[in-house]
């Protein structure tokens, strides 16, 4: 079955840097467009970044271009995003998703990026 599993939050202070990663399994990842999502209390659910099936192509949300970077390793089976420069509105719990079609259609189970200082 797919298992879409991160692992990397944590706390950190505002203008430090974490790295998620999301270990996938259970399809042939190398052909799904990935993304990562978050949600912060009380808010509605972001779209933070999406890759390409092969990695050619990344799209960004506003708030976090220049900051945040998502790659992919089909070698592995994992897809990983980089965030630096983190500000206390990152604060969210960030999900791992496999696209198909035009929304996704599985989640991970997300892991808690807090920054604060």
């Known amino acids: 079955q797919v298992q879409l599993v991160e692992s990397g939050g944590g706390l950190v202070q505002p203008g430090g840097s974490l790295r998620l990663s999301c270990a996938a399994s259970?399809?042939?990842?190398?052909?799904?467009?990935m993304s990562w999502y978050r949600q912060a209390p009380g808010k509605e659910r972001e779209l933070v970044a999406s890759i390409a099936s092969t990695g050619g192509s990344t799209n960004y949300a506003d708030s976090v271009k220049g900051r945040f970077t998502i790659s992919r390793d089909n070698a592995k089976n994992t897809v990983n995003l980089q965030m630096n420069s983190l500000k206390r509105e990152d604060t969210a719990v960030y999900y791992c998703?496999?696209?198909?079609?035009?929304?996704?259609?599985?989640w991970g189970q997300g892991t808690q990026v807090t920054v604060s200082s």
């Open positions: 259970g399809f042939a990842f190398s052909m799904y467009v």
């Open positions: 998703t496999r696209w198909y079609g035009v929304s996704p259609d599985y």
